[in-house]
């Protein structure tokens, strides 16, 4: 079972409007990532996370941000929704020194309208 | 950066049939993991692979590390409509970060 949790699972907003998109985890990882995906498309790493106030831009540019005040919380805001936002968010969690793989959480479906 | 080639794209088979898929790459992993991903949800860690040559099984899944490092395959035996999703194969070196590939779309018809 996951310990990763993401809020909400889906969100249908307006053009113009800021949004926040949640993620925790009750496991300790220390790294943190943001994933961005279309349906049925790959996964685009849009921001990354190694600890407590470090944050860092991934592969995909994007217009969100992210921060990192706690080790279990990693939100992502938008501050101006747009149509092109529309994806969805999947955030993920792991730990330094093993290679266990990430821990997904369920995702945030955005639509922006 | 690393690439990870993953095919094939898609797969449509029929309930019952074995599915393989492969993943390569240009650089060497030291760990090389299979994901699947139900729709609507986030992947889910099928099988990780520690060593070259491994060869190791879930169930019905069996994934194998290639001699090189460089690649690896899973396969799927007997098919069933549950198995009707995306699978991506990731590779780690080291600490890195993990690279994925562009998944594998599975259908499955009854």
């Known amino acids: 079972e996951a310990d990763i949790y993401q809020t909400p699972r889906y969100l249908v907003i307006g053009t113009g409007k800021k949004i926040t998109l949640e993620c925790s985890q009750t496991?300790?990882?220390?790294?943190m990532y943001w994933y961005q995906q279309d349906p049925g498309m790959e996964l685009h790493l849009i921001h990354y996370?190694?600890?407590?106030?470090?944050?860092e831009k991934g592969d995909l540019s994007s217009e969100s941000t992210v921060s990192r005040i706690r080790t279990e919380h990693f939100p992502l805001t938008l501050e101006s929704a747009r149509p092109s936002h529309t994806s969805q968010y999947l955030c993920a969690s792991s730990v330094s020194g093993r290679t266990y793989g990430y821990t997904f959480g369920s995702g945030t479906r955005l639509t922006v309208v | 950066g690393q690439q990870l080639n993953q095919s094939p794209q898609s797969m449509f088979i029929q309930e019952g049939e074995d599915v393989s898929m492969n993943c390569t790459s240009s650089s060497i992993f030291n760990t090389w993991l299979w994901y699947k991903q139900d729709p609507g949800e986030g992947p889910v860690l099928l099988i990780a692979?520690?060593?070259?040559?491994e060869l190791t099984s879930n169930g019905r899944l069996t994934a194998q590390f290639g001699i090189t490092r460089k690649d690896s395959f899973l396969n799927i035996s007997a098919s069933i409509p549950s198995d009707v999703g995306i699978y991506f194969c990731a590779g780690q070196l080291g600490n890195n970060d993990m690279r994925f590939g562009a998944g594998t779309r599975l259908t499955v018809k009854p």
């Open positions: 496991m300790g990882h220390d790294k």
């Open positions: 996370s190694y600890g407590v106030n470090s944050t």
């Open positions: 692979l520690y060593k070259a040559g």
